[in-house]
């Protein structure tokens, strides 16, 4: 009954609900029956998917009575700079091989899976995916909306679509944007809402196709907390989602914790991070940080060292990435 009262309420409505809700993480979860339905209208990929966030918001208060739960955390891959050479089949045996089996496609790389492919060859990847054990998130773009000059934020909305388009022929969830610097002599609010905007803008045109706006906390000014914050206070679409990715930033005043929390409302399937024993970023914290809201989505390794083997190299940051969600 509850969820058939939920099904029923305005959409508005719904969206004030699901803010009520304090340390559920993303409510727009990737749910593949909601995603692959083609006849989903935007207003019903949208409700159902806020019914799908409420009913995982409601888990943690039945009894346990099988013990503690277990982390629904998983390890994947972005193909930079690991994965950048290998072609898909070379790509989704190496995943296989090393227990790896999550992937962000990053663009231009050696997988070759760009908006040029035919629809035949698109139903093919989606095919090599699905006869694997490796899930395709989607595709890590380099899309970015601060730039005053009209024609080329029109060009970068105009290729988020394609790539949004492509990312559903292929059976993926999402595409990774970013925004990448607040331009000089433009006022920081003025860029602020410019690229919220672009945000909802590509985020609506997502829905058609069940697709989530990963947006990565990245560049110039941009990277810093507070102000990722007050872009996403201008975020309408609820799958326009944040994708944390473990920045030196992420440590400036107030520090780690207090920033996790300003943004972690807006948290989506997807978090970035670097090899997780090289450097001095406080990963087992922000694990625990991760723990604390029962996250449930992939830790995404880009790697930036070059190992001499990679395969090794990659199961080695598997079990690291175990033991820290054990601790």
Same mark, same amino acid.
């Given at each position: 009954?509850?969820?058939?009262?939920?099904?029923?309420?305005?959409?508005?409505?719904?969206?004030?609900?699901?803010?009520?809700?304090?340390?559920?993480?993303?409510?727009?979860?990737? %749910?593949?029956?909601?995603?692959?339905?083609?006849?989903?209208?935007?207003?019903?990929?949208?409700?159902?998917?806020?019914?799908?966030?409420?009913?995982?918001?409601?888990?943690?208060?039945?009894?346990?009575?099988?013990?503690?739960?277990?982390?629904?955390?998983?390890?994947?891959?972005?193909?930079?700079?690991?994965?950048?050479?290998?072609?898909?089949?070379?790509?989704?045996?190496?995943?296989?091989?090393?227990?790896?089996?999550?992937?962000?496609?990053?663009?231009?790389?050696?997988?070759?899976?760009?908006? %040029?492919?035919?629809?035949?060859?698109?139903?093919?990847? !989606?095919?090599?995916?699905?006869?694997?054990?490796?899930?395709?998130?989607?595709?890590?773009?380099?899309?970015?909306?601060?730039?005053?000059?009209?024609?080329?934020?029109?060009?970068?909305?105009?290729?988020?679509?394609?790539?949004?388009?492509?990312?559903?022929?292929?059976?993926?969830?999402?595409? !990774?944007? !970013?925004?990448?610097?607040?331009?000089?002599?433009?006022?920081?609010?003025?860029?602020?809402?410019?690229?919220?905007?672009?945000?909802?803008?590509?985020?609506?045109?997502?829905?058609?196709?069940?697709?989530?706006?990963?947006?990565?906390?990245?560049?110039?000014?941009?990277?810093?907390?507070?102000?990722?914050?007050?872009?996403?206070?201008?975020?309408?679409?609820?799958? =326009?989602?944040?994708?944390? %990715?473990?920045?030196?930033?992420?440590?400036?005043?107030?520090?780690?914790?207090?920033?996790?929390?300003?943004?972690?409302?807006?948290?989506?399937?997807?978090?970035? =991070?670097?090899?997780? %024993?090289?450097?001095?970023?406080?990963?087992?914290?922000?694990?625990?940080?991760?723990?604390?809201?029962?996250?449930?989505?992939?830790?995404?390794?880009?790697?930036?060292?070059?190992?001499?083997?990679?395969?090794?190299?990659?199961?080695?940051?598997? !079990?690291?990435?175990?033991?820290?969600?054990?601790?």
């Amino acid at each position: 009954m509850f969820f058939d009262e939920i099904k029923s309420l305005d959409l508005n409505r719904l969206r004030r609900i699901c803010e009520g809700f304090s340390g559920i993480g993303p409510f727009f979860i990737p %749910n593949i029956n909601l995603m692959m339905d083609k006849d989903l209208s935007r207003r019903d990929f949208i409700q159902k998917s806020i019914v799908a966030g409420l009913g995982l918001a409601a888990l943690p208060l039945v009894p346990a009575i099988a013990g503690p739960a277990k982390s629904g955390m998983k390890f994947g891959l972005v193909t930079y700079e690991w994965g950048k050479d290998w072609d898909l089949p070379t790509l989704i045996t190496n995943c296989e091989k090393t227990g790896v089996l999550g992937v962000e496609l990053r663009t231009q790389h050696a997988h070759a899976v760009e908006v %040029n492919l035919t629809a035949s060859q698109r139903a093919e990847v !989606k095919k090599r995916f699905a006869d694997s054990q490796v899930t395709c998130l989607g595709y890590g773009s380099n899309y970015e909306y601060h730039s005053p000059d009209p024609a080329k934020l029109k060009e970068n909305i105009d290729g988020t679509k394609a790539y949004i388009k492509l990312c559903n022929d292929i059976g993926a969830t999402g595409i !990774k944007v !970013k925004p990448n610097t607040l331009p000089e002599g433009v006022s920081k609010e003025k860029t602020i809402a410019q690229i919220a905007a672009s945000f909802n803008e590509v985020g609506k045109f997502a829905q058609d196709y069940g697709q989530l706006i990963r947006v990565e906390v990245h560049g110039h000014l941009t990277q810093e907390l507070p102000n990722m914050k007050a872009i996403f206070e201008q975020v309408t679409e609820p799958n =326009v989602k944040i994708c944390w %990715n473990s920045n030196a930033e992420d440590l400036l005043p107030p520090g780690l914790a207090p920033n996790f929390h300003s943004v972690k409302k807006w948290f989506g399937d997807t978090v970035h =991070v670097r090899e997780l %024993n090289v450097g001095d970023y406080p990963y087992a914290d922000l694990f625990k940080l991760f723990s604390g809201m029962n996250y449930g989505g992939w830790i995404l390794l880009e790697a930036r060292t070059k190992p001499a083997d990679r395969i090794e190299a990659l199961k080695e940051q598997l !079990k690291i990435f175990n033991s820290l969600v054990a601790q």
